[in-house]
């Protein structure tokens, strides 16, 4: 079982007046291969959560063990290797001169041949539908799509076994974010990766994820399988989605899912 997390608490500035539970008892294993939906308000846990996967936060409480790796152990160059996390706006940390540079920063710390580091630019511009022609551009010549695309083509060439994406779509237009989506769709389909997606938009994790895991107030508050969690409308009420929001959703998912069962949508009716 390559993510176990167990009994995970996690406190900022613990013991000062501005002490702050951020997360609670949480419990999460995760197979090899899985894609993951992590959903909830602001303020629900998620980024903490997402940043002990690769040791960037310690536990406070509880342990946190990738790929028999325990976070807690001081050296973490092998773990980072096998998580990427791509942060929110991701392409507000691109820098350098050019996209080819900016992708291949990474890379340059692993001791690979220059052909390797070549190969494997071009795979993840490949990966998330870039064209050879901009690596020699300024990534500040391209549009927020592109950017964002170039970001996270600097993680995926780093070959990550589990990737993990913080809002990939934020601020992105309709089409930037279905590219997106396709593309993420896409690199789960065609590769072993874990890939762990978080997001505060429901429908976006009903459409793409097999399973989702909601936080609420830095625990887990349902952990199950897409098509499952919804057949339990009133628990999406709990966490804050107004019955219109829900009615909206239980449609989209009826059109991704047409065998899902009529009796959850009861809702409707309410
Ligand atoms: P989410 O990603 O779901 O929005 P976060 O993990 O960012 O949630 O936050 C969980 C809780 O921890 C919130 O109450 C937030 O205010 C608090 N928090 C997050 N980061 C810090 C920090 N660096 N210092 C203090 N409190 C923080």
Excluded: C, W
Aim: aromatic share 6%.
């Amino acid at each position: 079982m390559p993510i176990i997390i167990e009994n995970l608490h996690y406190t900022y500035m613990g013991g000062g007046p501005f002490e702050k539970n951020a997360l609670h008892d949480v419990n999460i294993k995760i197979d090899d291969g899985s894609f993951i939906g992590i959903i909830g308000h602001t303020g629900s846990g998620k980024s903490t959560l997402i940043q002990h996967l690769n040791g960037i936060l310690k536990p406070t409480k509880g342990s946190v063990v990738i790929n028999s790796i325990d976070t807690k152990q001081k050296n973490l160059k092998e773990l980072r290797q096998q998580v990427g996390i791509v942060f929110q706006y991701p392409e507000h940390q691109l820098f350098e001169e050019t996209v080819k540079k900016d992708i291949s920063f990474g890379l340059l710390k692993q001791g690979l041949s220059q052909d390797e580091i070549d190969r494997r630019i071009i795979s993840a511009m490949q990966s998330v539908g870039l064209d050879e022609d901009i690596l020699e551009k300024s990534p500040f010549e391209l549009s927020g799509g592109q950017k964002r695309r170039v970001a996270i083509a600097g993680v995926v060439a780093m070959k990550p076994q589990i990737l993990v994406l913080d809002e990939p779509t934020a601020g992105l237009d309709p089409r930037g974010r279905d590219e997106i989506f396709g593309y993420i769709t896409k690199l789960h389909n065609e590769s072993n990766m874990t890939i762990i997606l978080v997001s505060h938009s429901m429908e976006d994790i009903a459409r793409l994820t097999e399973r989702v895991i909601v936080m609420n107030e830095g625990t887990i508050f349902m952990d199950k399988p897409s098509k499952e969690i919804y057949a339990q409308p009133e628990q999406l009420e709990k966490i804050g989605l107004s019955a219109p929001q829900i009615t909206y959703l239980m449609k989209k998912l009826k059109a991704v899912y047409p065998g899902i069962n009529e009796n959850i949508f009861t809702v409707e009716d309410a």
